[in-house]
Nanobody, 122 residues
Framework: QVQLVESGGGLVQAGGSLRLSCAVS????????MGWFRQAPGKEREFAGS????????YYAESVKGRFTISRDNGKNTVNLQMNNLKPEDTAVYYC???????????????WGQGTQVTVSS
């Protein structure tokens, strides 16, 4: 069983930055494709981005492309989401995700974290 624990959420002003981290336990993280989803109040959970097992490939939703960067450190079993130039519409609960095949939009991953709140004020 894989456990995912997010950290780093909080309150930030528009234009600011935050860095989320996801600690992976129960298995070595390089076994899984990893990613991030987010869910704003009253909306469905949506894909934000993903990274391949060895970190050589990333994929982002159009809404965050150019502002968000996913990275991973398999030696430390962590995955990070660097979020720059944040906008109020980025306000959401952010969830770490892991899948044995691939983290992709519109397909629930094998594992979810518990989520961390990000609030961007205008």
């Amino acid at each position: 069983q894989v456990q995912l624990v997010e950290s780093g959420g909080g309150l930030v002003q528009a234009g600011g930055s935050l860095r989320l981290s996801c600690a992976v336990s129960g298995h070595t993280s390089d076994t899984y494709s990893m990613g991030w989803f987010r869910q704003a109040p009253g909306k469905e959970r949506e894909f934000a981005g993903s990274i391949s097992r060895n970190g050589d490939s990333t994929y982002y939703a159009e809404s965050v492309k150019g502002r968000f960067t996913i990275s991973r450190d398999n030696g430390k079993n962590t995955v990070n989401l660097q979020m720059n130039n944040l906008k109020p519409e980025d306000t959401a609960v952010y969830y770490c995700a892991a899948d044995i095949l691939a983290v992709i939009p519109n397909l629930p991953p094998d594992y979810w974290g518990q989520g961390t709140q990000v609030t961007v004020s205008s």
